[in-house]
């Protein structure tokens, strides 16, 4: 089982519409969490830290779930330009600095 | 955006050559990463650094190297390239810790033929 998992998509969703996506990690020393958009070769950006008390910014909420060891973003009034890939990265302390990337969730916003 | 460069952005080479790649930051961020990417997978750490000649393993680093000699500085070595060292490579810094708000470069398409 990887440590961190995505559901690869697509995710195929009209402009305007609500879109969620989960990331679930493995190891319950996960210490801190992040969402990145990555678009079609280019480098990831970070969108969104992710916080225990949930978190919003602007068309975009991020919440963690510790107890079920999960992420989770919500885009709501998708836009064109939110196609993208999301990635969810977990950040680990296990007697050593670990960092671990989900392998991401591509979006397609269409008109 | 963090003004970090990589150089170069693509490099064709053969097996068995030793390929070094340059990550340059002009923040003044602590650390910095080495990563790379590959499809179906996420991006994997190679070395990281903490410091100026800090630098330590990430989960694939056998057979790269790096050094760190200067904050701004992180250059990323293949001692000897192989095919499976075809990828893209990314480096990243971050001001306020270890795997914290990254920031990346543009990456380096290198393939090794």
């Known amino acids: 089982r990887k440590e961190v998992e995505q559901d690869p998509g697509p995710f195929n969703v009209p402009e305007g519409a609500t879109v969620a996506f989960n990331c679930t990690y493995s190891n319950s020393a996960s210490q801190s969490f992040f969402w990145y958009r990555q678009d079609c070769r280019k480098e990831p950006k970070l969108l969104m830290s992710v916080y225990s008390s949930g978190n919003e910014d602007g068309r975009f909420t991020a919440q963690l779930n510790r107890a079920s060891q999960y992420i989770s973003l919500l885009i709501r009034d998708s836009k064109l330009s939110d196609s993208a890939t999301y990635l969810c990265v977990v950040n680990m302390n296990t007697g050593g600095f670990k960092t671990i990337f989900g392998a991401g969730t591509r979006l397609f916003v269409k008109a | 955006d963090a003004g970090i460069t990589q150089s170069p952005r693509h490099k064709v080479t053969e097996t068995g050559t030793p390929v070094t790649l340059r990550c340059h930051q002009t923040e003044n961020h602590r650390y910095m990463y080495w990563y790379r990417q590959d499809p179906g997978h996420g991006l994997r750490l190679i070395h990281y650094s903490y410091g100026v000649k800090d630098t330590d393993k990430g989960e694939v680093s056998d057979g790269y190297s790096v050094s760190r000699s200067k904050t701004e500085d992180f250059l990323l070595t293949l001692e000897s390239a192989t095919s499976s060292q075809t990828s893209v490579y990314f480096c990243?810094?971050?001001?306020?810790?270890?795997?914290?708000?990254?920031?990346f470069g543009s990456g380096t398409q290198l393939s090794v033929l």
């Open positions: 990243a810094t971050s001001e306020t810790g270890l795997g914290e708000k990254l920031f």
